[in-house]
């Protein structure tokens, strides 16, 4: 087994043991990124010196017996969505191509506290808005377990570099998904915890009833270590809970005894692949010969979930948005180009003896705004803009946003009732495998249909974690989602692990 096969959880035992140096383990990350990063494109920009400086200054303190923060000396890839001071942050839009954020993410502080090593950057889509990395406006990732394919998204690249290697786990976030779908489209561990468990400050906001800050890994005991080092209250983020964080690495490792497992009734309907469908029965049975008990549920309301979500993330998106108007961040168009067109446009409206469109014409200020988001923000992200807008304005409001507020609160209710019988709900993560780069590039629609079976935990606010479960006959892997009561990371991590443990899928690596 090559080094950069490790899981994070294992490379911090040799670290701890002094068997290998943070500086020999970041190298040999770097150097693995060297070898595949052409093929993939996970990365929108890899900080190889910084890292280098950071992982020698850990094993200054190593050698010094220094306290050592949670993950002292391991190398962490993270999404280009959160705030790091003095480093540029683009949200793979232009709309920041050159921002760089005075202050830090609080998840930042909390990993440079915990003495992680900062690989790089990874892409995603523009503004988190996608759901297969490709409306990044810089490049597109490569599932590395098919260059054909998709790494899924918006936080494709986090998962495509721990699935090829390149960072043995990494920060994500996830509004609809966007952890758990990559990850099981990418054959890694992926977690969303609980709304409220990870302060979101310093998060650049896309939908912010939904998003959540959470860890793509190897396995199962990483997403527990990486989730304790960034989780816990924060007075910055009024909406972080304040409630103790327990000890998720050190209690991962004990199995759940007599785990009630729930199945959704409603998860196995038409368009379920088949060897999908396949993979997640017989990940039931595992549970099973593990002494879980089975159980069928219902959530009822599961089927207006994507189109509840396709109506809250795009409001929310609609005036998160409103901010990057070229006056308080980010890009600003030509001045002279967009003055010199109006002074153009008044000239022929003045020839054409056109009153009323005179009358009509920008201000150099509105002009300027207009031109600013039009040429910043690409076609996805405008495409939310444009629902968000329409379901919030008057006379909409009601029919549309009202009414999918009301519909959460059912969708909620589904998951109360389902956890008076259950601990646990396991299901699929997606339909489907990996779809090819470009599939679904003309239907938006199709595309947002692949959330089906991961929204429903973000307008529920619980959390969810994907874990590899199978391969489909062409070498794809598939996926297990497991859900659990808010605030109840520690049963779905140890849920989790029980399962890993029982199986090898996530010792299956991608061959490239
Ligand atoms: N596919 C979803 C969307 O486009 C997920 C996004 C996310 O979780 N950031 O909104």
């Keep these: 087994m090559v080094l950069t096969d490790l899981s994070a959880a294992e490379h911090l035992r040799n670290l701890e043991s002094g068997s290998i140096s943070s500086v020999e383990l970041t190298q040999a990350y770097l150097d693995r990124i060297e070898a595949v990063e052409k093929k993939v494109d996970a990365f929108l920009r890899i900080d190889g010196d910084r890292a280098l400086q950071q992982a020698a200054e850990v094993d200054a303190k190593h050698a010094k017996r220094q306290p050592l923060g949670r993950l002292a000396g391991l190398p962490i890839a993270i999404k280009d969505i959160l705030c790091e001071r003095g480093q540029t942050t683009t949200c793979a839009s232009r709309m920041l191509e050159h921002f760089r954020p005075p202050y830090d993410a609080t998840a930042i502080t909390r990993l440079r506290a915990a003495d992680a090593v900062f690989l790089g950057r990874t892409n ?108 816990g209250h924060d007075p910055r983020d009024s909406t972080s809970l304040n409630v103790p964080v327990p000890p998720y690495s050190q209690t991962v490792n004990k199995p759940l005894a007599n785990v009630r ?27 099973k010969s593990l002494g879980a008990t089975l159980h069928e549920i219902s959530l009822p309301h599961s089927k207006y979930a994507v189109a509840t979500y396709y109506v809250i993330a795009p409001s929310e998106a609609s005036s998160n948005l409103a901010r990057y108007d070229g006056v308080h ?17 008044r000239k022929r409206l003045e020839t054409g003896g056109d009153k009323i469109g005179l009358d009509r014409l920008d201000s150099a200020l509105v002009r300027m705004y207009r031109r600013t988001r039009a040429e910043g923000f690409g076609p996805e992200v405008k495409r939310r803009i444009m629902l968000g807008t329409y379901a919030l304005s008057a006379g909409y409001y009601d029919a549309y946003y009202l009414k999918a507020l009301k519909v959460r609160r059912l969708i909620r209710q589904d998951f109360d009732q389902a956890f008076a019988k259950v601990d646990l709900i396991a299901g699929p993560i997606t339909p489907a495998p990996a779809f090819k780069i470009g599939e679904m590039a003309g239907d938006p629609l199709a595309l947002y249909l692949v959330d089906i079976y991961t929204v429903s935990a973000n307008l529920a606010g619980i959390p969810g974690l994907c874990l590899p479960c199978g391969q489909s006959k062409t070498g794809l892997p598939i996926g297990l989602q497991l859900q659990a009561p808010a605030l109840e990371e520690d049963r779905l991590l140890r849920g989790a692990r029980m399962y890993e443990q029982a199986t090898h899928w996530h010792k299956n690596r991608a061959m490239i």
């Design 329 to 345: 961040f980010g890009y600003r168009t030509d001045e002279n180009e967009m003055l010199a067109e109006l002074a153009a446009d």
């Design 124 to 231: 995603m889509d523009e503004f988190a808005m996608g759901g297969s990395t490709e409306s990044s406006a810089y490049k597109v990732t490569r599932n590395p377990w098919d260059l054909e394919r998709s790494p899924g998204g918006s936080s494709g690249g986090s998962a495509a570099a721990v699935a090829a290697g390149m960072a043995p786990f990494a920060i994500g976030t996830d509004t609809g998904g966007s952890i758990r779908q990559p990850a099981g489209l990418c054959g890694v561990v992926g977690m969303k915890p609980t709304y409220g468990r990870v302060s979101r400050y310093g998060l650049v906001a896309y939908a912010s009833s939904l998003d959540q800050i959470g860890a793509f890994g190897q396995s199962v005991e990483d997403a527990a270590l990486l989730l304790e080092s960034i989780a």
């Design 261 to 287: 497992i729930g199945w959704v009734r409603e998860h196995f309907g038409p368009g379920l692949d088949s060897e999908v469908e396949a993979a997640i029965r017989a990940a039931l049975e595992v549970y």
